[in-house]
């Protein structure tokens, strides 16, 4: 075990050493990805104004022209895109990465935070949008803008280790690609993401209390739309965070060297 | 002193059965070498007992049918595959030639791409700039270097990833099969830099099925058969 956190550390710290390589790569990525289209990356930014316009004012008409809806969902969306994208692309990070891992010495670690880069160049282009829509709604800057920012951080924080754990679970369980990818679609309606719970029962209420991701999203979203410091939100995204780095270290320790053979 | 030393190294994987909903007989991946029986599980001796010593000026062909091991020995050498018995003990600076086009982006430019080369090579950003110049020289791609690479005809890709590939400063330089590239001309000159590369190198292994070529550059020459040495000379 202590072999295998060692190795892990190891393979981290080596990464890091190496963070020009994938802050390139990253950046490359989103380049490619939009590289022939007039708006470039701020297509991002458009997609994001549709769905959340989409939510806002089409899809959940009686809660139209509501600011503080608006928020709710902006939050909320800006969140769970990027939960969904991140995990949704880490299933198959080493098969995307195979000619890498089969030619070079690079540590595991570099692609997983190449995955990670490139998920908040993304969200960085949604976020811009949402501080444009909490601004319009009439949410000022406030200093619950900083627990706010202590949500996202946390999240950010987690992501590599969401990036390891659903990237080993598709080396070795290649059909959780499509599993994960469905399941991710379909989790956006057990989520509080557009949805508000006002204690119903049943399955929301299951949904709301026994989902991790709704105290990801309020952990963010609380401060700034009821301006309340959401310390059971943070509390449970913390130990989340924590639970998924333990496993993820476990993981890269064991079988960062048996990947090159599964891919 | 740059050497290489291998004692009893082997290499065993279990063949992983991975857990899918397709049938049994697409579960496996495997890289080649002996399949064999260890309790309930299959295994593959990829290398087996593998011994050798190499010391500064030694050049050291592998031979042997496909499956035999080589691109398995290189890529231990190299650390991409961890061995599951015996040691390696290696002093100097590797560098491998496997695949030369790895990395290249069709989007980006020749001169991007020459970053992010030496990027992947673990190049320092002083390095890189040292060496662009003489790789733009070197592939003859002139205002071409600006144009994204999926704008090069094949012969201009070839030069541009041979050019990057070979700037090294290898102290012991692994080679699965000899490289060349482009036109006549171009691949008269690609000869030329890959002998002087070898020339450099303290400690040469390449792999190839080429025995002319193994003659010519190596100084001994090993055969491998289902990742045991046969014979070494």
């Known amino acids: ?263 | 002193m740059t050497s290489i030393t291998l004692n009893n190294v082997s290499l065993v994987y279990r063949l992983f059965e991975k857990l899918t909903l397709s049938a049994p007989g697409r579960r496996r991946s495997a890289l080649g070498g002996n399949i064999a029986k260890s309790g309930t599980k299959q295994v593959v001796q990829a290398l087996d007992d593998v011994s050798f010593e190499l010391k500064a000026g030694d050049r050291l062909g592998l031979v042997g049918p496909n499956g035999a091991g080589k691109t398995t020995l290189l890529k231990v050498l190299y650390g991409i595959y961890q061995p599951s018995g015996g040691t390696i003990s290696i002093a100097g600076k590797v560098d491998a030639l496997f695949n030369i086009h790895i990395g290249f982006r069709p989007e980006a430019t020749g001169r991007r791409n020459i970053v992010l080369r030496g990027l992947i090579s673990g190049w320092t950003a002083a390095e890189i700039e040292e060496k662009m110049e003489e790789i733009i020289d070197f592939s003859e791609l002139g205002d071409f270097i600006d144009l994204p690479f999926k704008a090069y005809s094949q012969g201009m890709a070839a030069r541009l990833a041979f050019a990057a590939a070979t700037a090294l400063e290898p102290e012991i330089l692994l080679m699965d099969e000899w490289i060349g590239a482009g036109d006549a001309s171009f691949q008269e000159k690609a000869k030329r830099r890959m002998d002087e590369l070898a020339e450099k190198a303290g400690i040469i292994v390449l792999a190839s099925h080429d025995d002319a070529l193994i003659q010519r550059v190596c100084t001994k020459k090993m055969t491998l058969r289902a990742g045991r040495v046969e014979s070494l000379t």
Request: one cysteine or more.
């Open chain 1, 1 to 263: 075990m202590i072999a295998a956190l060692n190795g892990a550390f190891d393979d981290i710290s080596k990464a890091m050493r190496l963070h020009r390589v994938w802050i390139a790569l990253a950046h490359e990525d989103i380049g490619d990805q939009h590289r022939r289209t007039t708006l470039g990356p701020l297509w991002m930014l458009v997609n994001y104004f549709a769905f959340v316009g989409t939510f806002a004012f089409v899809f959940v008409t009686k809660d139209a022209g509501n600011p503080s809806y608006i928020a709710y969902v902006a939050i909320g969306m800006l969140v769970w895109f990027y939960l969904t994208e991140t995990i949704t692309m880490s299933v198959s990070l080493f098969q995307r990465e195979a000619s890498f891992i089969q030619g070079t010495t690079l540590p595991l670690f570099v692609y997983v935070m190449r995955l990670t880069m490139q998920c908040i160049i993304r969200a960085g282009y949604s976020l811009a949008g949402c501080v444009l829509i909490l601004l319009l709604g009439g949410y000022g800057i406030n200093t619950n803008w900083l627990v706010s920012m202590l949500g996202l951080l946390l999240i950010v924080l987690a992501t590599p280790a969401f990036v390891m754990v659903f990237a080993f679970l598709g080396a070795f369980f290649p059909d959780s690609e499509f599993i994960v990818g469905n399941l991710m679609r379909v989790g956006m309606f057990f989520t509080p993401v557009f949805w508000v719970y006002s204690g119903q029962e049943g399955v929301q209420k299951y949904a709301y209390r026994w989902n991790p991701f709704t105290y990801f999203l309020e952990g963010v979203r609380e401060p700034i739309t009821a301006g309340i410091f959401p310390i059971q939100a943070l509390a449970v995204t913390g130990y989340v965070c924590l639970g998924l780095w333990a496993l993820a270290l476990l993981l890269l320790g064991l079988y960062r060297k048996r990947i090159v053979f599964l891919i």
